[in-house]
């Protein structure tokens, strides 16, 4: 018997060798499996197979079929293991196919990432070709953590109880979508420890959570949507599959998002690239002008902002959201110099510049669609008055690039927003996906000093690809801040706060109307990157002092914000709510509470100045009577 083992920070993923190909042995708990008793099942349909193709496996799913249900008998092959790294082959001659699987680990956090790579050696066409399959040992059973939405109410917290069963969830969007996020938890109902699962991926996928009866391992896999085009691979042809993630914590599901965490802090680059923004969009919306910008640039570079941004409707022809889309040329109506005053106008003012971008739309009403209707995804269907660009085109992403390229070369661009704001047609294709974030890729190496926030009509692609390839992103467009909150509480549960872009802006809630503090709306805009998107210019002198020093008071606490371990106290509906910052010597508190609630008391699980014996901080709720920003030191 032959077991790797392939460390993390804290834990360890062991894998062990069987005649069926390479099996989980350990992860977080030992992987004991039953021996079935009757005849019905295969070994392999019990075995805890780390990938599983349809005719190796009988009974039980598999994440990899073949059209007409043939059978698939892949032999294990080589394996090649060296610390943190496995690779293992498995092989069907008569079909052609190869599958070289990959597990990764790392010492520096908790994250086990695995995908597979498959090979042709002839012709041959994949139904189903997801990444992996993960054993995890909470059954029989177990109790499924979801974050479901829609526009305006991503990651809204879902809990299921599956004793048996398959749970399914994914986007049929071309984009994440706001439907799902894709990442599960996973809990049995007597253990105090969980599991998290995630794909990275950008295009449509599927999540699948497989309880069978009475086992005491739930499967979950995942990968490219399984309903969309089969992949067709030729003689020497690859496919690379979505990586999945997964972690294991000791401490539940609070701990599966720290652990979370910890891995996508050491995606990010330098703190120059979570900058306190401010958006010029609910100011001005279609209507930009130069001298309305810079009088807005006045304010915000008094509240202490640090990039401003102009978003839609600088570009040739763009009134409304009708016409314009692909016309990436500054409006010579609306700025007859050119881009350069205002961009000279907020440099002097000592902020970065940035722009809002939507490459990958174009308006039927626009010079690129009149010159090329062919580039974009069939059948035509508006949304939003905007077709969606085919960027599996090569001709489309090399456009795209060109276009990206001049935009950051003639203007000292710092800061671009890309938006997405439809879905894409039928599902899009895997190679639209894989474009994208080439073309992500490509801002990141050619452009360094461009910070780069995604965005699809709010939290529509949110993901760890996108976050391996974005500085900051932008989990909704409902900005009224009790609703916000809400989504925030559930972002957390699976994204850091260091990517979590929120503005203060003026808008009114939607679902949770409850009275609000200019305060509770930067406290609720603090819990991640603070931005502000309000017209500054409605603002009166008083509130502009308020706000001046609610940004300095961000910036003294923005690194434990964004670096820090993340505590949920509560949830948003209760009388009073909290969410802890713990880094280094510090703690920072920042808590919202409803109207007529009194103190908050917390328990901050360690040790801190002012803090009761037991490290219990009672929030008096002294900013304003509705919010609290309490900073401690460590004992």
Known sequence: MTDWELPTATSAYVVRATDAGPVLAHWGRPVRVVPPRGTFETPADI?????????????????????????????????????????????????????????????????????????????????????????????????????????????????????????????????????????????????????????????????????????????????????????????????????????????????????????????????????????????????????HQLALADVAADLGVEVFVVDDGWFRGRTSDRAGLGDWFVDEQKFPDGLGPLVTGVLDRGMRFGLWVEPEAVNPDSDLYRAHPDWVHQPLLTLRNQYVLDLGRPEVEAWAGAMLRRLLTEHPISYLKWDMNRAITLGGSIAHTRAYHRLMRMLREEFPHVTVEACAGGGGRVDNAVLALSDVVWPSDETGPRDRLAIQHGFLSAYPPHVMSSWVTDEADRLDTARTSLEFRFVVAMAGVLGIGADLLAWSPAVRARARDLVALYREIRPVVHGGEVTRHGAPGDPAYAVQYTMDDRVVLLAWARPGAGPLRVRTGVRCRGAAADGVVEVPFRLAPDCDVVVLDRA
Not at 54 to 68: D, F, I, K, N, Y
Not at 161 to 167: I, K
Request: charged residues 20%.
């Open 47 to 291: 075995a805890p197979l780390e990938f599983a193709a349809a005719g190796t496996r009988h009974a039980q799913g598999s994440e990899l079929l073949v059209p007409g249900g043939a059978a698939l008998r892949f032999v294990p092959g080589s394996v090649v293991h060296s610390g943190c790294r496995l690779q293992a082959l498995l092989r069907d001659d008569d079909l052609g196919l190869e599958v070289e699987l990959h597990v990764r680990t790392s010492r520096r956090h908790d994250v086990v990432e695995r995908w597979a790579l498959l090979r042709a050696s002839r012709d041959v066409t994949i139904t189903r070709a997801f990444g992996a399959g993960w054993n995890v040992p909470v059954g029989p059973g177990a109790r499924v953590g979801t974050l479901v939405g829609a526009w305006s109410r991503e990651c809204t917290p879902a809990e299921v109880d599956l004793p048996a069963g398959q749970l399914s969830i994914g986007s049929r969007q071309g984009i994440t979508s706001h439907t799902y996020a894709p990442v599960v938890t996973l809990r049995s109902r007597d253990a105090a420890d969980a599991y998290g699962i995630a794909l990275a991926w950008s295009g449509s996928w599927r999540l699948t959570v497989d309880a069978v009866p009475f086992r005491e391992v739930v499967r979950v896999s995942g990968g490219v949507d399984d309903e969309a085009a089969p992949i067709m691979l030729g003689p020497g042809e690859e496919f690379e599959t979505p990586h999945l993630l997964g972690v294991w914590s000791p401490d539940g599901p609070a701990g599966v998002a720290r652990a979370w965490h910890a891995y996508q802090r050491g995606l990010a680059r330098g703190p120059e690239h979570r900058p306190i923004v401010y958006n010029s969009w609910y100011a001005t919306t279609f209507d930009v002008r130069v001298e």
